[in-house]
């Protein structure tokens, strides 16, 4: 076998599993998901705060972004 088709057939095994992995069941049953949803499991302690950090760093920083917010630098979004 060549090098082309060892790489097609790794590739398409590699394909076909992750494929496979979509088909499985979620681990998570939904009795189970309050206990995710518990403060401590957040990134961030206040949610309001950080938004609101977000948005000032968006109206100063308005030419860079990358977060898909828009509106310029006055702070009208």
């Not at 992750?18 to 957040?42: F, H, N, S, T």
């Amino acid at each position: 076998m060549n090098a082309g088709r060892i790489l097609k057939v790794v590739l398409g095994a590699l394909l076909a599993s992750q494929l496979g992995a979509c088909a499985i069941q979620p681990w998570v049953k939904p009795y189970e998901r309050e206990r995710l949803a518990d403060p401590i499991m957040q990134f961030v302690r206040d949610g309001m705060l950080e938004t609101h950090r977000e948005h000032i760093h968006n109206v100063r920083e308005a030419s860079r972004g990358a977060t898909g917010v828009q509106g310029g630098g006055c702070g009208c979004n």
